[in-house]
């Protein structure tokens, strides 16, 4: 049989010669060698328009020049692109009896490890990068989203496709096949790709072994899940916190805003079952996990075993010191898992979690710890020690509304109220008003479904947004409306015959009240 033949990942050390004058600084990058290609980015942000400027570095060496208004702020990304020669062949047989499992890794911006068989596992489980396993004949497809299909014939339970696109979703799907007939597909498998630049490391997810776990089912789960980060640091050079009882969820695009409800469809809803429970809890949760979002320093989601079927619910108990003290976050559920929200950047946490009936409490599971990243530049400015604008003040608020929790506003620079009505800390929707005490009405969009709209949040991001119907498909209201990020807003119809769009919720990345 043979191996897998691929060149080593690794960093590339560059140089960059900088020569600065009154008004003009140079920098330029010495590459490793003369074949050394870069890539990269100028980010321009921080003004009180709350713009943003991508200039995404040329390829081939061609020329750009332009001139635009001068952000207060600059980030510059620049590295070389990792060259890699990945190609595997090997031969087997099958068993077309066993169902397959599929996971996917990761393997540079443009290709990913493929890897299956009868039982779960991970990709880069064993030694994997220099041995095959010898499992018989496959049939692998792939493709972008709602694209044609791709297929590729494997003699290997594991294969390396390349070529892809970076930062793209792809599906993938593997069946058994002999002579005489195929298997089934297997389940479909959503996949990003990285971004251009990053890959991730070759080291073995974890698994829980309970039911609830996401792991098992924070068929399309595994390839989603690591035990460390793609980036070793955050947007800020910052090291992220690398733990046993840690797990990183590393599919989030850059610009793609942080969301906790897209997090929690990982962990499905246990349904509550009536139990006549004879004492309190004798048994403290084990196996408590912190699952984080790369990108995403305002919420975690924490992960637990059933240890006691005397349990009806949970305290989870979050401990953080600031300037005050030491704060205190409980929450109660009766599932195995939440979300802790309105965590702050570059902060401490611990976590541990209580059973309890209606007979008392039993003992608190072992704290684990875990360290927030640092804010993303990209998303909003965040000021270290500073706190959260938003006051919590009940409103008058105009119906269409996908969300119906607590209710903040704060004032704007452009003589307007902003008005949030919370789904969760990064899910809400968005109205505004003349008044503080008059209505609070929808925003429409008469270019888009409201993607901008997260400006009146504070956040550079373009947001993800809900139900996206076109105009005529709406009721006619009065709103505000306008077409353009910076532009200031109208008031009139919006939706029925005005050609102004509005939504049910926003998620702008920006956490919100963003404080316990």
């Not at 004949?137 to 892809?164: F, G, H, M």
């Not at 696109?165 to 990285?194: C, D, M, Q």
């Not at 702050?344 to 072992?366: D, H, I, R, T």
Request: aromatic content about 10%; overall charge neutral.
């Amino acid at each position: 049989r043979k191996g897998i033949h691929c060149a080593q990942l690794r960093r590339q050390n560059m140089k960059v010669r900088i020569n600065a004058t009154g008004d003009t600084i140079v920098m330029k990058f010495v590459r490793p060698n003369a074949d050394t290609k870069l890539e990269g980015y100028i980010l321009g942000y921080g003004s009180s328009m709350f713009s943003k400027q991508f200039i995404q570095l040329p390829e081939n060496g061609l020329p750009y020049e332009t001139e635009i208004d001068a952000e207060p702020k600059y980030l510059i990304a620049v590295q070389p692109i990792p060259v890699n020669d990945v190609k595997k062949q090997c031969t087997g047989n099958v068993n077309l009896e066993k169902p397959l499992h599929l996971v996917i890794g990761s393997v540079t911006p443009t290709s990913v490890l493929l890897s299956w068989g009868t039982l779960l596992k991970t990709p880069y489980e064993g030694n994997i990068m220099n041995d095959c396993l010898e499992d018989g004949n496959y049939t692998v497809r792939y493709r972008e989203r709602n694209r044609k299909w791709t297929y590729q014939t494997c003699p290997a339970s594991d294969t390396v496709i390349d070529s892809l696109k970076p930062n793209t979703a792809y599906e993938f799907g593997v069946r058994p096949n002999n002579k005489e007939r195929s298997g089934v597909w297997s389940k479909p498998v959503i996949h990003n790709t990285n971004m251009s630049g990053t890959y991730l490391n070759p080291s073995p997810l974890s698994f829980h072994s309970s039911n609830h776990s996401p792991f098992k089912s924070t068929g399309d789960n595994s390839s989603v899940f690591s035990s460390l980060p793609t980036s070793e640091v955050d947007a800020m050079g910052k090291k992220r916190f690398v733990a046993p009882h840690v797990i990183y969820k590393t599919d989030k695009k850059p610009d793609e805003p942080c969301s906790i409800t897209k997090s929690l469809s990982f962990f499905p809803e246990e349904e509550g079952v009536e139990q006549n429970v004879t004492a309190p809890p004798r048994l403290p949760p084990s196996n408590l996990t912190v699952v984080t979002v790369e990108g995403c320093p305002s919420f975690v989601i924490l992960d637990w075993e059933k240890t006691d079927n005397d349990t009806t619910e949970y305290e989870v108990i979050s401990r953080t010191h600031g300037p005050n003290g030491e704060e205190v976050s409980i929450l109660t559920t009766n599932q195995t898992h939440t979300a802790v929200e309105n965590l702050k950047p570059e902060n401490s946490y611990e976590f541990k979690v209580k059973p309890k009936n209606e007979l008392g409490e039993g003992p608190a599971s072992k704290p684990v710890l875990f360290n927030t990243e640092s804010a993303d530049p990209r998303v909003s400015e965040n000021v270290s020690g500073k706190d959260a604008i938003w006051t919590q003040f009940p409103f008058k608020a105009d119906s269409y509304s996908e969300c119906n929790g607590k209710q903040y506003v704060k004032r704007t620079w452009y003589r307007k109220f902003v008005g949030i009505q919370l789904c969760n800390s990064l899910r809400y929707k968005i109205y505004m008003s003349d008044s503080l005490t008059g209505k609070f009405y929808n925003i429409g969009d008469q270019t888009g479904h409201g993607e901008d709209h997260c400006q009146f949040v504070d956040s550079f991001l373009d947001g993800q947004t809900g139900s996206q119907l076109l105009a005529d498909q709406l009721p006619s209201r009065s709103g505000f409306y306008r077409a353009m990020r910076q532009e200031p807003v109208n008031f009139g119809e919006i939706g029925g015959n005005s050609h102004a769009t509005y939504v049910g919720w926003y998620e702008c990345g920006t956490p919100i009240p963003g404080k316990w």
